[in-house]
């Protein structure tokens, strides 16, 4: 376990594997929690999307990511919910990143592998050469 400042409050607390913040904050977000999931559990609001939730209940957007991120909020049960990809920004409902990204990166690391093995290829050839001249 961690001494940290909340980052809601900047009190010193201890984190665990539970909490990100300090004890006050959490029962704050837990309040705002219950407050978002009987909003959710009503049929006629499962399919709000995350701006409607958080104008509604007042949890901000950030936390009510960090809850679909956590799996506290199921996106099965809840299909508009989602959180920001980590490159993009996109909404997404599993994973770090969108399927863009995810393309994408595997796109620029093949590349870098070819790129990679056209050096080494070169570095040989020049290898060889240099070494026919002794």
Request: aromatic share 8%; glycine share 6%; with cysteine.
């Amino acid at each position: 376990m961690d001494l940290l400042n909340c980052p809601n409050c900047g009190m010193l607390y201890m984190k665990n594997s539970v909490r990100d913040v300090c004890d006050k904050c959490y029962r704050e977000e837990e309040a705002l929690f219950d407050k978002v999931y009987n909003f959710l559990r009503k049929q006629e609001n499962r399919a709000s999307r995350i701006e409607r939730v958080s104008e509604v209940t007042g949890a901000p957007e950030k936390l009510l990511y960090k809850w679909v991120k956590r799996g506290r909020l199921h996106t099965a049960h809840f299909p508009n919910l989602g959180y920001p990809c980590d490159r993009c920004g996109k909404i997404i409902r599993e994973g770090k990143l969108c399927e863009e990204c995810t393309t994408g990166i595997k796109g620029e690391l093949d590349m870098f592998d070819k790129e990679q093995e056209r050096l080494e290829q070169l570095h040989k050839s020049i290898y060889y050469a240099q070494d026919r001249r002794r």
